[in-house]
């Protein structure tokens, strides 16, 4: 899924910013794309303009890079093993939770 290519039209999930104090939660919104930034740059192969389908109205982004935001592994010894996940977001041993980063986009999880 991820090594697809995004094309005009398609729909994505864009992430919106979530404020640092909690009041609002970084979320998963929907985009279509608008267009996609071939410059071949690298790292920037699948930057795309969005339109986020937000609950209080549309908006148009431009230059969205992407983000499948997989989960970091850590050590494999990591002693606090069981405690990975909520309400945890990070470890010692290297392990982060999985997330996306506000501000980018990503193909829709399945579910
Ligand atoms: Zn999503
Ligand atoms: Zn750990």
Known sequence: MSHQKPSVGRI???VSYGTPGGEYKSECRAAIVTEVLADG???????VGLAVLNPEGVYFNRAVPQD????TPGSP?????????????YC????????H??????????V
Do not use: I, L
Not at 41 to 47: T, Y
Not at 68 to 71: I, K, L, S, T, Y
Not at 77 to 89: E, I, L, T, V, Y
Not at 92 to 99: L, N, P, S
């Open 12 to 14: 994505v999930h864009y």
């Open 41 to 47: 740059s690298q790292g920037a192969e699948n930057n």
């Open 68 to 71: 499948e935001g997989a989960e």
């Open 77 to 89: 010894d990591c002693p606090n093993k069981a405690g990975h996940g909520s309400p945890f977001r």
């Open 92 to 99: 010692g041993c290297g392990w982060m939770e999985a997330g």
């Open 101 to 110: 980063c506000g501000g980018t986009w990503h193909w829709p999880e399945r």
